[in-house]
Structures are given as C-alpha cells and as structure tokens.
C-alpha cells in the first residue's frame, strides 16, 4: 500500500463516522433555571466533539446579554412586555444563527441551551426545525431538591456575567425570584407532547422517561446524557511504570516493567495518597490487560485493597507490522507509512493496526462507564491515555497524538461545573522520554526525574 493509499483510505473511515447518521439533529434543552442544562449541553457537545461528530451549543442567554446584560428578576416576569420582547428577539437570533450554521453544512448537532419552558415554545422550535429537516431531541431536566438548587445558585449563578460585581447574596435571592417568575408560566412535556422525540431526566437522572427516539445517534446521546451524575469525584490517569521496551525504544509489545518502573509501581500508592484521597473513599482500579500496566498496578491493588477491572479496551493502540519496532527502524522499513503518520498522525492507520481514531471508537464504552462511575484510577498507555485525556481536556484531534504524557507521573482530574480541573503529581524516578516529535525518528532518551518537560 502507498503512503497515498494509506491516506486516502483513513479519509474514507473519517467521511464514514461524519456521515454514519445523516440527519441533522437540534438537541433542546428545557427546564426551569439551575436545572444543569448548560452543564449537560457543554458535556454533550465535548463528547460528541471527541467522537468527531461536528456540535455546536447555541446559548439563547448569551444572545440575550447582548442587550441586556444585567437584568433583574423582573425583567423575566412573564407580565413584562418589554422582558418578553427582549427574551423572544433573543431565542429568534439564536434560532436564525443555529439554521445558518445547518445550511452552511457546519456540523450535525446544535445544541439549543434556553429554558424553552413553554409548550408554545417548543411548537415554534419543532416547526422551525422540521422545515429545514432537522430533527429535533428535547431534553428536559426537572429538579425539586430545593437544596441541589439553591447549591447550584450559589455554585454558578453567583458568579454569572449576569451578576458581575455584585453582592452574591443579593445575586442568589435575585436569581431564586428569577426562577419564580419562570415558574409562573412553565410546562413540563407531557402526554400532549408525545409526537416529539424527547428524554426527561428527573433528579439528576435518578428517573429517566425516553420517549420516541427514532435514530442511532439520538439514542448514543440518550444514553450519554442519562448516565451524567453530579457527585463529587475524581479520575486519575497514570501510564505504566517504565518498561524493558520503553528502555530499548520499542513500540508496542507485552514487555514487563524495567527495575525503575518496578519502583514507580510500588511508589504508586503513596502518590495516590498524596494527590488527596477524601476520607473514606474508594476507588476503582482499571488496567488494561497487558502486563505492563498488571504489574505497575499490583502494590496498588495489595495495599489498599481497591477493587481492580482489566480492559482490553484500554490495551495500547495496536502497531500492527510494526509493533516491536523502534521508530528508527520504522522510518527505514516504511518510509512512506513514517511519513504519512506525520502528516495526519490522529487518521493515520498501521497497517494491520490501528490509528487514533480507532482507539477513540473503541473507548467510547470506557467513556461512558467513567461518566456513571466515581472515582476510578487508570493506568494505561501512552496512545491510550492521550485519548482519555482529551476527552475529559477537550484536547483538539489534531493535537491529541502528539501531546507530552510523561512516565512515573500521576494526573488527577477533578470535574467540576464547568470544566475539568487538573493537578500532576511526579513520583521522581527517572524514566526514559517515549515523546517523538513531527519528523524526528530519535531512540528514546533518558529523562532525570527532575527535568521531564511537560507539554
Ligand atoms: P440557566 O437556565 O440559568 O442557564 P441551567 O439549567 O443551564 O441554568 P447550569 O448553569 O447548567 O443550569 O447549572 C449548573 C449546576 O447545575 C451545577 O452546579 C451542576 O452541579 C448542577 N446540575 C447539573 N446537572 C443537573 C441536573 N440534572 N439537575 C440539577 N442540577 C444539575
Ligand atoms: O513508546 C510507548 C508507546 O506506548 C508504544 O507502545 C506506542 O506505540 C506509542 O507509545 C504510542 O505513541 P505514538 O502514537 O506517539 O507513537
């Protein structure tokens, strides 16, 4: 196969996953204010973004601020003709912008975020969608723990442009009577509904009422959108301790660990405990079922007794002809694949193997157990690993291949409201450097623990 060939036949998986559903889908969320809709819209459009399925989340709140940026409680009483002027021409300009964005074939999924609390409301969007054929899928969130709310004010809205500079305390109570007025008016989709395409999640998906979903994607969003919790928790990620491969620079294989990644699987535990463990807290172990990441979790797994699950899923990407070899000797046997690796190195498919893409097809199931799970740590490979990362980083495809994840460092992931925060924790044992950069064929280097780049 030439290089060319190699290319044009990862192009061809790449049209498939695009056009894999063809309709267009308008995800709308419903819900009283405080209810997690942009919580769950910004979710789905990151998950649908790493499976490379172009989304785009329209934010009617956003529209609104334009001119209105600071608006009292009031402004939203449904018997304020100017607020309700101002609040329509907003749902209007994120309507005419989400159609624009469909017919300049920008993407397959639109998320429109607004509280779209009205059964004439959602007529309008129906309509307005049917008639440029798009489908539509309502995702209504109703909550009625009054605590859950009043947390979710003072975690969020507090600090919303909507309130900048002032007083939180004053902000919570303005925005508690912001969502009394949309109490006055709101309709939650019932049996009157039924025609549409719609899943209710109530209680943060304690119950969830699925009704009439008609496509493969709308229904791998369900099952996304179902599964997201809200607990406190976090998600380490650790690739192997060093091993004999890494040492020779050898791609791929079922080596064990060196002698230095014999020391970072036993110094593993005490890391984990020195990242911030809550009190009373378990976490689940995930390896993936070579040897290498077994053995570097085996201490883990002795001393704190944690339950341990091994994935094929979570095996390295496979090298195919080439597992076994050193880049160097890659760049010499197949010149062409080396190059076109570079070129496109997310598509780019080993022959007999696998690329990037792959691994991210095969780590959609990871994806969605992690989203129903805890606290979990993983400990994989590099390829892997990357993959994993970007999810829960919004990593772009084209910079996932080649980020830096360094030997005997330990990452911790905490999600929170908006976004995922991130702490590294080093071991400091020394490991050789696997990172290649564009155009390099260089054996692997030795790295002090001290003066591992991150990049
Ligand atoms: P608004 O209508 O004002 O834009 P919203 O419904 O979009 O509000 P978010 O801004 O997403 O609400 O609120 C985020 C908060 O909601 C977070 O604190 C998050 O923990 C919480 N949350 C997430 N999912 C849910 C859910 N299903 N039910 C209730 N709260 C949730
Ligand atoms: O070198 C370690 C390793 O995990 C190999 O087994 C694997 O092929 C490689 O990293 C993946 O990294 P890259 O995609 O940068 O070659």
């Not at 009054?146 to 507090?158: A, F, G, P, Y």
């Not at 994840?405 to 590294?424: F, N």
Request: aromatic fraction near 10%; proline fraction near 4%.
């Amino acid at each position: 196969m030439s290089s060319k060939s190699v290319i044009r036949s990862q192009q061809q998986h790449k049209v498939f996953i695009a056009s894999s559903d063809e309709s267009k889908i308008c995800v709308v969320m419903v819900g009283l204010p405080a209810r997690g809709k942009s919580l769950i819209a910004g979710k789905a459009m990151r998950y649908l973004a790493w499976v490379g399925i172009p989304a785009r989340v329209f934010n009617v709140g956003s529209y609104r601020r334009h001119n209105t940026p600071q608006p009292q409680a009031t402004f939203f009483d449904p018997h304020n003709a100017e607020g309700e002027r101002m609040r329509r021409a907003a749902a209007e300009a994120a309507m005419s912008d989400m159609l624009a964005w469909f017919q300049a074939g920008k993407g397959v999924v639109a998320i429109l975020d607004a509280t779209n609390s009205t059964k004439e409301r959602r007529k309008w969007i129906h309509e307005q969608c049917t008639a440029a054929d798009i489908e539509t899928l309502f995702v209504e969130s109703i909550c009625d723990d009054e605590d859950l709310i009043m947390n979710n004010i003072r975690e969020v809205k507090t600090t919303s442009p909507d309130y900048k500079g002032q007083d939180p305390e004053l902000a919570a109570l303005d925005f508690r009577n912001r969502i009394v007025n949309y109490e006055k008016v709101y309709e939650t989709i019932d049996d009157g509904e039924k025609q549409y395409t719609y899943v209710k999640l109530i209680n943060v998906g304690s119950t969830v009422i699925i009704n009439q979903i008609k496509d493969y994607l709308s229904s791998r969003l369900v099952y996304y959108i179902q599964n997201l919790h809200i607990k406190p928790r976090s998600i380490w990620l650790s690739r192997h301790g060093e091993s004999e491969y890494n040492l020779t620079g050898r791609i791929g294989g079922d080596s064990n660990i060196s002698e230095r990644g014999e020391a970072y699987a036993r110094a593993l535990p005490e890391l984990l405990r020195k990242s911030g463990i809550p009190e009373n807290t378990k976490i689940v172990i995930w390896t993936s079922t070579l040897r290498r990441t077994i053995q570097s979790a085996r201490h883990l797994k002795a001393e704190t007794g944690f339950e341990k699950l091994e994935w094929k899923a979570l095996d390295e990407l496979d090298s195919g002809v080439c597992d076994g070899l050193t880049y160097e000797e890659i760049a010499e046997k197949y010149p062409e694949d080396f190059a076109a690796r570079d070129e496109d190195k997310y598509n780019y498919r080993y022959r007999g193997g696998e690329s990037y893409r792959d691994v991210v097809i095969r780590l959609e199931p990871i994806i969605m157990e992690l989203e129903r799970s805890e606290n979990v740590i993983i400990v994989t490979h590099q390829a892997v690993l990357r993959c994993i990362y970007s999810y829960f980083m919004n990593v772009p495809q084209e910079k996932s291949p080649w980020m830096e994840v360094p030997l005997h460092t330990l990452i911790k992931l905490t999600p929170r409201a908006y976004g995922t925060e991130e702490q590294r924790f080093k071991a400091g044992i020394s490991a050789v450097s696997t990172w290649r950069g564009k155009g390099s064929s260089a054996k692997h280097q030795d790295f002090p623990a001290d003066e591992q780049v991150q990049k």
